[in-house]
């Protein structure tokens, strides 16, 4: 986010003495910027905040009520364990923006000195991670968890879920050491701001920063969609064979029910494609130009460097997206929230009280809500 400034410093750092001594002329291209620099800052800052507040009000809304929610003897919800890691996971991203802001309202100035630029890159970048990689997990266990029978080795795949857990939050740590280690608090060449950038070695930093670029897109894109992709489509043809099978009209409750599935279904693919797609679309020409596959123009050279922050913009909104996405449109969510409101809210007024009294089960709940709903 503060690299505003490196293709300026690059070009001052270079020593062109030294390096083409025995060379008479030197052709050099100096792209002129075709863009409104201080505009992209003031619209990233906007952006920012708008997903900060959003999607900090909102993950820490459903980690406080997947949190009452699990003080219940049999939690409802097959996948309330991973929804709950991505909530704290897009909570901390959400935590970081702030200093983001700050910075480039300084025009990519870094004050905080480099041990907050390491801290503050690594926990933006292993929750960054921590959040594509649940949803991955999430569309594996729903698919396993409806073609499964609930009752069948209940305890062994809470194990598994936890273990997953673990291993999702070691692979982030993992896949955000490299791009972290590299990064330094470093002086501007031309003046006295400071930068937060990665200093790649000097004998080849090209391809090093490609390395780690292409890396990126692997795991927060490439591995991670096929899987989210591939898994709620499988669900969907679960759903649909179990419609066929079934003898409901197509205006029964139940079937209603599923066609929302299906479409709740197309919504995950479709958000974290629109999301990420972009960004690392944008990533990828970025590389290709560094390797020298793409020709850089001065013209590409602009399309690209706006285009990179605008759309890592557009994927963060993701954070603001997957509470209404996973939690605010499922309807057990929606009688948690309402039960976990009027609990903490109602208790002078009895209301509480004439609930807890009333004894009705969260299974009962379903049944009145819509006859064996599927669970997504």
């Not at 997947?66 to 709950?84: F, G, L, V, W």
């Not at 594509?132 to 209940?154: K, N, P, W």
């Not at 004439?354 to 379903?366: P, T």
């Amino acid at each position: 986010m503060n690299d505003m400034e490196i293709p300026w410093d690059s070009l001052d750092e270079l020593n062109f003495s030294d390096t083409f001594s025995n060379i008479t002329s030197v052709e050099t291209m100096v792209c002129a910027t075709a863009f409104n620099r201080t505009a992209l800052l003031n619209s990233m800052c906007v952006l920012y905040t708008f997903i900060f507040i959003v999607g900090l009000a909102a993950n820490a809304l459903v980690l406080w009520v997947n949190i009452r929610a699990q003080r219940d003897s049999s939690p409802r919800h097959e996948t309330h364990m991973y929804i709950a890691h991505l909530a704290v996971a897009d909570l901390c991203v959400c935590a970081t923006l702030p200093i983001w802001v700050s910075s480039l309202a300084q025009h990519g100035h870094w004050p905080f000195g480099e041990v907050a630029c390491k801290l503050t890159h690594l926990l933006f970048t292993v929750n960054l991670f921590g959040s594509i990689f649940f949803l991955a997990c999430m569309s594996v266990d729903r698919y396993l968890s409806v073609t499964q029978h609930a009752d069948e080795g209940g305890a062994r795949r809470k194990l598994i879920r936890r273990g997953a857990c673990v291993g999702v939050w070691l692979l982030a740590l993992v896949a955000s050491l490299p791009e972290t280690y590299f990064l330094h608090a470093v002086k501007s060449a031309h003046g006295d701001t400071m930068l937060c950038r990665p200093e790649y070695p000097e004998e080849n930093p090209r391809e090093w920063m490609v390395g780690v670029q292409l890396s990126f897109i692997l795991l927060g894109f490439v591995f991670p969609f096929p899987i989210i992709a591939v898994f709620y489509v499988l669900l969907a043809r679960a759903f649909a064979r179990s419609s066929s099978s079934s003898s409901t009209s197509s205006s029964s409750p139940v079937e209603r029910e599923r066609c929302v599935s299906h479409r709740v279904i197309l919504a995950y693919i479709v958000v974290f494609l629109a999301c990420w797609g972009p960004y690392h679309g944008v990533l990828l020409v970025d590389s290709l130009s560094q390797l020298g596959v793409v020709p850089l123009t001065c013209g590409l050279e602009n399309v690209i460097f706006v285009a990179l922050h605008l759309t890592q913009c557009l994927s963060l909104l993701h954070c603001c997206f997957n509470p209404i996405l996973y939690n605010f449109i499922n309807r057990n969510y929606r009688y948690d929230l309402m039960k976990a409101f009027i609990f903490k809210y109602s208790t002078r007024t009895g209301l509480a009280r004439l609930i807890e009294a009333s004894n009705v089960s969260d299974a009962e709940y379903s049944a009145v809500a819509v006859e064996n709903p599927p669970q997504i």
